[in-house]
């Protein structure tokens, strides 16, 4: 891959993207009598359209799924108007009004992003949001192992639909059930499956998005390249997807939950030392993964890390203890630790609510507790040395409301090869490594979280892949660099670009180039197109 490279570098320096920001924002009639036009059935605007000066659910509609308080702060840039289509078509003429007019726009579905991009535009405004969140029925066909999601269902409504028609089937995605599956799917997803699944992205079959053009497009239609570009390559590039055709896995009808909790004074250190040799490993029926956070210590007045293990293990609790007691005995797994359950029952668990919690929570889409936060991300493939644990804690226990997570790779990830998708941190990755600070006084504090996300993250460069060193489109960081529109622009996204997709990124600049030229599907990180000449031999 060394030649396309080099070209690609080469070619950076000398374009320049004619993305004019000097026009005159369009108003909301003329957009809405554009949509009207454009649109194959009426579109009923007194429940879709929203402008701040019109409607007084206009701040409820932008603040419903947006989940990073950051990004609605008084000083962050609003939406011009808000469009929450009904149907495909209202999409399609969305697309096709937003390009006549020069409308730049949003697209949400979860309103997850953790840099807001789905709800603010930090480069571009006047900007309008186009709301998918409207558009969220799920189809479950046990018969043929399949389902159709639209892109405004979330996690939660999917698995909880799936569980309704068989106990035995399931979907493998993310652990947090209120995150969008039209941004989830598109940037990969993970969950507590994808060591014995592979990611949600590699388990779909079909989709259906809304181009350029403003054509719906499916698998056929799109064309393979398309396909493998929006299965993996995030969200906001490529087009707007409107479902997803997947593929259901099986589960077992009992699953065994349990958490272990250990602090510093109980060997934390050691035990982390011997997960991060065994998680990546073990059977792929067992998921493990550990949670840190800074707890008070038994000592008054003192401070101390807790280490959870949160753990599924696909069969009785029996067979689990003797598995444990051979390979991980370390960290002293009792019977009366373990919870034997259904696979419905244990997805709230797994994500971190009492092992009492009743499915049903999966489908009120506002379950997650919204908050300040920044976050960041590393793919570990060299087990930490039990020392420089040690002083990962100190730089840790800096901050009182922070996390950091650790889930084990390996397994089917590891069989998947990293060109087979956009999403290449596969084959090789012990564990991806994240870590989040998270606060509730808005700008007030807000510095001091970031400064340490930030340090924790600069302290954590040794112990990190270099070259590049390896993020998560999903976890979006702008602190990555940012796309400005202008004549740097491409030369900036080389550095996000090659952390979140590799080698994989000139593919996904070669299929960007194709199917949206003009850059229509544009934001802070999105995917650069470049002259197609670019990329001849
Ligand atoms: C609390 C929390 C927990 C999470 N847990 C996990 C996890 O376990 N595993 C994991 O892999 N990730 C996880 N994530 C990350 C999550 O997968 C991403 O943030 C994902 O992009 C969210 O999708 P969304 O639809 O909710 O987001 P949105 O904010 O709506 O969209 C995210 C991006 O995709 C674009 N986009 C949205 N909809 C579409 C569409 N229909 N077509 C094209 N582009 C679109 C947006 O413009 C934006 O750029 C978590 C995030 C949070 C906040
Ligand atoms: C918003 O205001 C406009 C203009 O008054 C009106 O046409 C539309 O029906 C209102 N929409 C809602 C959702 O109230
Ligand atoms: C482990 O710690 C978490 C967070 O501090 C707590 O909520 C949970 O109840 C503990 N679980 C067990 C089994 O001790
Ligand atoms: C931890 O201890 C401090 C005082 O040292 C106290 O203010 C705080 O409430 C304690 N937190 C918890 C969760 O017990
Ligand atoms: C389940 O939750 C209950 C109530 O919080 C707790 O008493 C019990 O120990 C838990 N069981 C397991 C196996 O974690
Ligand atoms: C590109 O845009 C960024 C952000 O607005 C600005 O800082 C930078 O100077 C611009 N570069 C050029 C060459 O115009």
Redesign the pocket.
């Known amino acids: 891959m060394g030649s396309p490279r080099s070209l690609l570098l080469l070619t950076f320096p000398f374009l320049l993207l004619s993305v004019s920001s000097t026009f005159s924002f369009p108003t909301p009639e003329l957009f809405t009598q554009c949509l009207e036009a454009n649109s194959q059935n009426p579109i009923p605007f007194s429940t879709t359209f929203f402008t701040p000066n019109h409607n007084a659910s206009f701040t409820s509609v932008l603040e419903s799924?947006a989940?990073?308080l950051r990004y609605l702060l008084p000083s962050m840039p609003k939406p011009a108007f808000i469009f929450t289509p009904l149907e495909d078509s209202h999409v399609q003429a969305a697309v096709i009004c937003a390009k006549k007019l020069k409308i730049h726009f949003?697209?949400?579905?979860?309103?997850?992003?953790?840099e807001g991009?789905?709800?603010v535009s930090l480069i571009e405004q006047p900007f309008m949001i186009i709301d998918?969140a409207k558009l969220r029925a799920i189809q479950v066909d046990i018969a043929h192992n399949t389902a159709w999601v639209e892109?405004g269902a979330t996690l939660g409504e999917v698995y909880y639909r799936i569980s309704e028609k068989s106990p035995i089937h399931a979907f493998p995605?993310?652990?947090?059930p209120?995150?969008?599956?039209?941004?989830?799917i598109?940037?990969?997803?993970?969950?507590s499956l994808h060591r014995k699944y592979g990611l949600a992205a590699d388990n779909v079959i079909d989709a259906r998005?809304v181009d350029a053009n403003g054509k719906i497009l499916d698998r056929a239609a799109m064309g393979e390249d398309l396909f493998w570009a929006i299965r993996g390559g995030?969200?906001?590039s490529f087009?707007?997807?409107?479902s997803w055709k997947i593929k259901l896995v099986q589960v077992p009808p009992i699953v065994t939950i349990f958490t272990v909790n250990k602090t510093l004074e109980q060997n934390a250190n050691k035990i982390l030392y011997k997960w991060q040799q065994v998680a990546p490993n073990i059977d792929e029926d067992l998921y493990i993964r550990v949670q840190m956070r800074v707890v008070n210590s038994s000592t008054p007045g003192k401070r101390t890390v807790q280490t959870s293990y949160i753990s599924r293990f696909f069969g009785r609790a029996d067979r689990l203890l003797q598995l444990m007691e051979k390979k991980f005995p370390e960290l002293g797994l009792t019977k009366k630790d373990c919870l034997e359950t259904s696979w419905i029952k244990s997805v709230p668990y797994i994500y971190g609510f009492p092992n009492t919690t009743s499915p049903e929570i999966l489908i009120q889409r506002t379950l997650?507790g919204k908050m300040y936060?920044k976050a960041k991300t590393d793919y570990v493939r060299q087990v930490i040395p039990e020392t420089a644990l040690n002083s990962i804690w100190r730089r840790f226990m800096q901050d009182d409301e922070a996390v950091m997570t650790w889930v084990p790779y390996g397994g089917m990830m590891s069989k998947i090869s990293e060109s087979t998708l956009p999403y290449p941190h596969r084959k090789g990755v012990l564990f991806e490594s994240q870590y989040v600070a998270t606060w509730f006084d808005g700008e007030k504090s807000m510095q001091k979280h970031m400064n340490w996300v930030r340090r924790l993250y600069d302290f954590m460069t040794p112990y990190a892949p270099r070259f590049p060193r390896e993020g998560?489109v999903?976890?979006?960081d702008l602190d990555l660099g940012m796309n400005h529109f202008n004549s740097t622009s491409f030369l900036r996204s080389s550095t996000w670009g090659f952390e979140y997709f590799k080698d994989n990124f000139i593919r996904l600049v070669k299929v960007k180039s194709e199917v949206d030229p003009s850059n229509l599907f544009r934001?802070e990180q999105s995917i650069p197109p470049l002259p197609l000449e670019s990329f001849k031999d």
Do not use: E, K, P
Not at 106 to 114: F, L, M, N
Not at 178 to 184: D, E, R, T
């Open positions: 799924t989940q990073n949003r697209v949400r579905s979860g309103g997850h992003d953790y991009l789905s709800f998918l892109a995605a993310g652990v947090c209120s995150v969008g599956v039209g941004g989830h598109t940037g990969g997803g993970y969950g998005i995030g969200g906001g087009g707007i997807i409107l997650s936060m998560y999903n976890y979006r934001h």
